[in-house]
């Protein structure tokens, strides 16, 4: 009987102790979430454009630095000199094991924000052309940030419970999708330890604040932008036989392209061909000499990006030849080298072992799988070609009761990069800074 109640007492040992741990995170955290929903309220409603984080990169610095981090800042280095790098990288050693990365972005966008929250944004400020424009944490950023700060204070706090080299990045110019490549560029792998593992955790304009998802495999697109020039020969609107018209061969083009996906591509390979915007002429009477166009490519396999964008150039020259303009004002079809990102591809092992984490510390019910989509991040540059094993996350955002009414009435809820885009504060918050934790914890563990 004594040894059955010793056997009984180191079991139930074995299944007190991880929940008393639990409990201890969820006091930490609710001990800090005062100040932490501070911190954010002042993020929100001070944001930064891409490649001018100065006063976000240089806060986020100053809270890890007092958590005990090893802080470097600016860092980042992009093609045009101009723009000066802001990227930020904090390291706590804890002894020898596994090196792990955590990621999060800084910046804002140009968005004037109509949430009324007495916390909203209400700065301005100049863009890279010049133009007065209103900024917001329309992608959730300032959320990204604050759950960096309270991951960070989190596991300076358990340093009993893991060992090895935490890294924690913070990342300007995701919205312009070069700053994960700035940062490469700037030698971040020889600044620290290459890492083992990389996560991020990005919040989610869909998901119930309180639950977390994630997805294994391909899970965000590529991303370039094309550029297309038509040049004709202008002239007067009245007489368009003495002209090339490059607006007709833009509109040809532009209904041409369409095919690309739905007649080349196979159907088991996702990818999106969009022209976003088309300029041309000034005056109704008025043939343009030439018509410019935006596009942006989508796809999950390096070869598919490949095979568009070749068809994108064969299409627009070929048709141009066909309205009779010369080789000498052949189109000119440019894919850009900078607003360019590769694939974001969870490594699958690492995704569930990541998903099992988080099931122990926000429960199973609050941890969903969701099927991939076609937005881009430039997350994905940090596992250098998938040879790192990385995962990104998705953080519920959206008040419980809302996801709920959007999902009876079919209205659709404001999505990342809209004016009204109001994530809920304390639920997502808490959920992310412990199911972050309860992941590199896991990675980590002793």
Known sequence: MKKLSIVTFVVGLLFVQPLAAQESLDALIDRELPQLLSTYKMLHAAPELSHYEIKTSAFLAQQLRALGYEVTENVGKYERPEWKGHGVIAVMKNGAGPTVLVRSDMDALPVEEKTGLPYASTVKTKNEAGQEVSVMHACGHDVHITNLIGTATMLARL????????????????????????????????????????????????????????????????????????????????????????????????????????????????????????????????????????????????????????????????????????????????????????????????????????????????????????????????????TIPSVMLWLGAVEPAKVAESKSTGRPLPSLHSSLFAPLPGPTLKTGIKGMTAVVLDLMKK
């Open 159 to 386: 340093k009993d419970q893991w060992h090895g080299t935490l890294v924690l990045i913070g990342q300007p110019a995701e919205e312009t999708i070069d700053g994960a490549k700035a940062m490469l560029a700037d030698g971040l792998y020889t600044k620290i330890p290459k890492p083992d593992y990389i996560v991020a955790m990005h919040d989610s304009a869909d998901l119930e604040a309180g639950k977390i998802s994630y997805t294994p495999g391909f899970s965000m697109a590529n991303s370039t932008t094309v550029e297309i020039t038509i040049r004709g020969l202008g002239g007067h609107g009245s007489k368009p036989e003495a002209t090339k018209d490059p607006v007709v061969v833009a509109a040809e083009v532009i209904v041409a392209l369409q095919t690309i996906v739905s007649r080349e591509m196979s159907p088991l390979d996702p990818a999106v061909v969009t022209v976003g915007s088309i300029h041309g002429g000034a005056k109704g009477n008025v043939i343009p000499d030439e018509v410019k166009l935006l596009l942006t490519v989508r796809s999950y396999k390096e070869e598919v990006r490949q095979h568009i964008l070749a068809s994108i150039a064969r299409i627009t020259k070929n048709i141009a030849a066909a309205a009779g303009i010369p080789e000498d004002r052949a189109p000119i079809v440019k894919a850009s080298d900078t607003e360019y990102t590769p694939a974001l591809y969870n490594d699958p092992q690492l995704s569930e072992r990541v998903a099992g984490a988080l099931r122990q510390a926000v429960g199973a019910d609050n941890v969903v799988k969701s099927p991939p989509i076609m937005a881009s991040e430039d997350f994905g540059r940090y596992s250098l070609d998938n």
